[in-house]
C-alpha cells in the first residue's frame, strides 16, 4: 500500500473542507501527492487548500456534492484529465442529523439528506471510481471513512 502515498500519486478526497477530510487532504500534499478536494462548501474548500504547504503536488478544488451521482463523475473526470490516475480515492463527506426537527416534513427532509450524503455518497463514489482504477497501471485504494454515529445513531 506504501506505493499509493508517494510523492507524485493522485488522491480525490470528498468532504475535503474540514475535519479528517482536510487533514487528509493536507497529508496527502505534504507527502508531494496531487489532490483532488471535493466538497460542497466551496469557499471553505478554497479556504483549506490555499492554507497548505507546498509540499510539490498540485492541488484542485471542486464542488461536489456526493450525494449527486454526476458530481462523482465530474470529479473522477477531472481528476483523470489533469493527472491520468487515481491512487487514492478517500470517500469522507458525511453529514449527521438535526436533533431537534419540529414538523415530521423536516424529519423526513433532513433524514433523506443524511442518506444522500451518508449512504449515497459512498455508493457513488464507488461506482465512479472503481472501475477506473482498476483499469489504470499504478497502485491504488480507497479508503471509505465513517462515525460512530453510523453505528450507535444517536
Not at 25 to 48: C, H, P, Q, W, Y
Not at 51 to 73: E, R, W, Y
Amino acid at each position: 500500500m506504501s506505493k499509493v502515498f508517494v510523492k507524485g500519486a493522485t488522491a480525490v478526497v470528498t468532504g475535503a473542507s474540514s475535519g479528517i477530510g482536510r487533514a487528509a487532504s493536507e497529508t496527502f500534499a505534504k507527502l508531494g501527492m496531487n489532490v483532488v478536494m471535493g466538497d460542497i462548501d466551496e469557499s471553505k474548500l478554497r479556504e483549506a487548500a490555499e492554507s497548505f504547504p507546498d509540499g510539490g503536488g498540485q492541488v484542485i478544488t471542486m464542488k461536489c456534492d456526493v450525494g449527486n451521482a454526476g458530481h462523482l463523475t465530474a470529479l473522477k473526470d477531472t481528476a483523470y484529465a489533469e493527472f491520468g490516475q487515481v491512487n487514492v480515492l478517500m470517500n469522507n463527506a458525511g453529514v449527521s442529523g438535526e436533533r431537534n426537527q419540529g414538523s415530521t416534513s423536516k424529519f423526513l427532509d433532513n433524514w433523506r439528506h443524511v442518506f444522500d450524503v451518508n449512504f449515497w455518497g459512498q455508493r457513488n463514489g464507488l461506482e465512479a471510481f472503481v472501475e477506473p482504477m482498476k483499469e489504470q497501471k499504478q497502485a491504488a485504494v480507497i479508503i471509505n471513512t465513517g462515525s460512530k454515529q453510523g453505528i450507535t445513531n444517536p
